[in-house]
């Protein structure tokens, strides 16, 4: 998992609440990203943020957010809006030099 | 559209064997590849990567080959042991720092 860590390991979320799952790093790392994995499935991407103050949508944005005010921490926001919400979401960060993208453990929301 | 896949959603191997894991990726403009591997629960972890002016790179006890000719990566492990029981990803880097990742390759290694 490197300098990369995500909490919490488990949530609980009832329906019509919003959540924030955290991302941190300490690698240095510029760009960070938050991904979406649903059984049986590859990896999509929700957001991704290549520099401080600055984000973008990725594949399937609609009913997240996010923000980047530092360049340590990226949380994303799992709100009412997103219909489907119960999965495994993980954060990953990058470096310009390099198009590797390291991930954190992943956190798994559900919702009752 | 462009995607990234893998042949085969499951591989049963014996302990000591080799393992080869394939991976089919359509974007002609892609010049990074990288190997995950993902045990039960966890994030992926980096195994390997290869840029698109190699075709052969090793590690400890992987190989990954790319074929840019019929568009093809493959992720070798030699004497598959317990511990490389997991999901098995190939991912190629898209525009704008994105990856384009496969649904995975379950790797089950019997005793």
């Known amino acids: 998992d490197g300098g990369i860590t995500q909490s919490p390991k488990y949530l609980f979320r009832k329906e019509g609440q919003n959540v924030t799952l955290s991302c941190e790093q300490n690698?240095?790392?510029?760009?960070m990203y938050w991904y979406r994995q649903d059984p049986g499935q590859g990896l999509r991407l929700i957001y991704y943020s290549q520099i401080v103050n600055d984000f973008q949508k990725g594949d399937i944005a609609e009913g997240y957010s996010v923000s980047r005010e530092k360049k340590e921490s990226f949380p994303l926001t799992v709100t009412s809006a997103q219909k489907n919400p119960t999965a495994f979401y993980l954060c990953a960060s990058t470096t310009p030099a390099t198009d590797t993208q390291y991930f954190g453990p992943g956190t798994r929301l559900t919702v009752l | 559209g462009e995607s990234v896949g893998l042949h085969l959603p499951t591989l049963s191997v014996q302990e000591g064997d080799n393992s080869i894991i394939n991976c089919a990726y359509s974007n002609s403009a892609s010049d990074y590849f990288i190997w995950y591997k993902q045990e039960s629960g966890k994030g992926p972890q980096f195994i390997i990567d290869?840029?698109?002016?190699?075709d052969k790179r090793q590690g400890q006890r992987v190989t990954v080959l790319l074929n840019k000719t019929v568009k093809h990566l493959s992720l070798q492990i030699a004497a598959t042991q317990p511990g490389d029981s997991a999901v098995y990803f190939c991912?190629?880097?898209?525009?704008?720092?994105?990856?384009?990742f496969g649904a995975g390759t379950t790797v089950t290694v019997r005793a």
């Open positions: 991912a190629e880097n898209g525009n704008d720092y994105k990856l384009s």
């Open positions: 690698l240095n790392h510029d760009a």
């Open positions: 290869i840029r698109s002016n190699m």
